[in-house]
Structure formats: C-alpha cells, structure tokens
C-alpha cells in the first residue's frame, strides 16, 4: 500500500514540472517574438524621464525699414550703379540725385547719391562729390548721415549712406509751418551743436548749413550736404575767403576779404534755428541787395528773433550772440556753442535732452 501511495506522488511530482516547463517555454517565445526585445538576464536601468521639449522662442520681425518717400523711377535712367538696384528716386537737385537703393543679395535699403550723368563732364561739381564723400567718411555719425559705402561705376561716382526717415526742415515748414514745442526747438537746436562740433573738432568748415541740409527724422535731426566743406586752413578744394553758400545763411565774413572759419557755421546755426521757429531765415527778404544789405549792415528781423524768445528765451540769448556781425563776438566752433547752450555739455546728458526733446514734435 505505501509503495502504491509512493508511486502516485511521483507522477504528480513529474506532471507538474513538465507543466512548469511548458508555460516557461511559452513565456520565452513571447518575449522573443518579433518586435520585442530580448529577454535578459539582468534587469533594465530605469530610463529617465525625457526632459520636457522647450518651446520655440518666438522669431522677432524684423526691422521695418524707414519709410521715405520717393518717385519712380524714369524711362532711360540706369537700374544698377555699382551692384545696387535702384528702386525710386528720393530727390534731385542741380547736382545730383538721391535714389532708394538696395545692395544686390542684400534686403536693408540704403541712399544712393550720384551726379547726374549730363554734368559728369563739369570738373567742379566732380570735386564737391568727392569733397563730400571724403568729409562724410570721416566726420562722427552722431547728428550726421553715416557712409555706408561709395565707388565709381562706368565714371559716375557715387555716395551710399544709411536711410533716413523724415524729411529737410525745410520740407517741414512749408507743410507744418514753425516748430512751436520749446523742447524740439532746443533739441534741435543741441543736436546741430554737437554735429557742428564733430565736424570743427576735425578742422573742417561746413560752410553751407541751412534747413534744406537738416533732415528731421524720428530719430533726431541730421546733418546732410558737406560737398562744399572746407578745411580751417583752406588747403582743401577752394580758398577760404568767399566761396559757396546760401545767401541767407551766409555770415557777414563771407562777402569779402575776411577770414570764414568755424564761426560762419555758427551763424548759420543761428539762422536756422531762427527760421525753425520763425518760419524764414532772419535774413530773409525780397532782393539779392536788401538779404546782403540786412546781413551787413541793419541786422535781423525782430520779429524773427521774437519768435524763438517767445518759445525759449535761454536758446534766444544765445541766437542773438551767434549773430554777431564781428565773429569773435560769437561761439568760436561748435564745442563753444555745446558750452553757451548748456552748463555741464556732457554727451550722455545733451544726447538725453535731444532724445526727450525730439519727442515732441511730431513729424
């Protein structure tokens, strides 16, 4: 009987592991099936959680360039000039012409300023061109157009420059009349004394400063137009006595023997600021003989320096000074005007004041 009960046990004991092996074998085929990998004697590492994806930044759009108006171009003008595509003509005067421009590969447009192709022959305005293109080189961009590039294509030259909003004072005040915030007046006021200081502090003379040559952009006022600047000792393209200018813009010096230096550009200074919140220079009247005759001799037009003592008697007291008939009587250079216009010139503080200035006019 035990060896009955003996043999059972062992074919239950038997049975059950060749199902135990079975069900191991089934489980191995399962995890060796395709798509799954194989099994291993060790455990998996744990994986690291996948660290979170950051989100894109979002892409800046990109700067708009300055709006500034401009024409099409005309029927027979060239397209190109020295790899840049012409898009519209800016403006045009007896010299040249300003176009909108763009580098071929290029998306920033630029100014692109050329003498006209008829008076590529005449060997004067040649010599302003180039007169203007070595000043701009190396005068400070602060308040003046900055050089961009420039070259000759084909025997026309041509000036780049960066592209500025706005429009010339002159402009301006045919359309909007005089500027009647005290603060834009004297920012703009400071911000031709610093240009003009940059530029004296060079030895150099402007010689032609005037609304039409004052661009108002958003980003403050700017000087434009050195073709006929003069180096102080007038070694430089004609002699310092006389030359160019605009009648009513033109010290006293300037119609004789004298020596014209850096006070001239004073003057003009004056003049133009006079006619920024006047309306017309100072100087202004109805012949060639009765400007020179107010120039030498009877003086401006009260009425024209009311105006800017209406707005700011300070920037008046010194407009009254920079127009002294004898030129010692004025601010010497541009760093002497900086000095009558505000107690403690530093940069970081009269570029401060244009700033906030500037921001009251509206353009």
């Not at 060790?42 to 360039?65: C, N």
């Not at 898009?87 to 447009?109: C, D, N």
């Not at 003069?230 to 004789?256: C, I, N």
Request: proline share 9%; charged share 20%; aromatic share 4%.
């Amino acid at each position: 009987m035990e060896l009955v009960v003996l043999v059972f046990l062992a074919a239950v004991i038997l049975a059950a592991a060749t199902l135990l092996r079975a069900v191991f074998r089934g489980n191995e085929r399962r995890r060796q099936s395709p798509g799954s990998a194989p099994a291993s004697s060790t455990p998996p590492a744990p994986t690291a959680p996948a660290a979170p994806v950051a989100p894109a930044p979002p892409v800046a759009p990109a700067a708009s360039a300055p709006t500034v108006a401009h024409h099409p171009m005309r029927h027979g003008e060239a397209r190109t000039i020295g790899g840049y595509h012409l898009l519209g003509r800016i403006g045009s005067g007896g010299m040249g012409t300003v176009y909108l421009a763009r580098r071929e590969g290029a998306a920033t447009q630029v100014a692109l300023k050329t003498i006209n192709p008829e008076l590529l022959d005449e060997a004067e305005l040649l010599r302003r061109f180039e007169r203007e293109a070595e000043v701009l080189g190396m005068v400070p961009g602060a308040y003046t157009a900055r050089v961009l590039d420039g070259g000759v294509d084909d025997g026309r030259p041509y000036l780049v420059m960066e592209l500025l909003d706005g429009r010339p004072l002159d402009a301006h005040l045919r359309e909007h009349g005089p500027i009647r915030s005290p603060e834009a007046l004297r920012a703009l006021a400071l911000a031709l004394a610093v240009a003009l200081s940059g530029v004296h502090r060079l030895g150099l003379i402007h010689r032609d400063l005037k609304p039409a040559n004052i661009m108002l952009t958003t980003a403050g006022p700017r000087l434009l137009d050195f073709g006929i600047a003069a180096l102080v000792d007038g070694t430089r393209l004609t002699a310092v006595g006389g030359g160019p200018g605009t009648l009513t813009y033109m010290a006293p010096e300037q119609f004789g023997d004298e020596r014209v230096g850096t006070a001239a550009d004073v003057w003009a200074w004056a003049c133009c600021v006079v006619c920024a919140a006047h309306g017309a220079s100072p100087f202004a009247a109805t012949s060639t003989a009765a400007v020179i005759r107010r120039i030498v001799d009877t003086g401006p037009e009260p009425a024209a320096l009311a105006a800017v003592r209406d707005l700011d008697p300070a920037l008046a007291a010194v407009v009254v000074g920079a127009l002294s008939p004898d030129p010692a009587g004025r601010p010497s250079d541009g760093a002497a005007l900086l000095e009558a216009l505000t107690a403690r010139p530093s940069p970081g503080a009269v570029r401060d004041e244009i700033t906030r200035g500037w921001r009251t006019l509206a353009l």
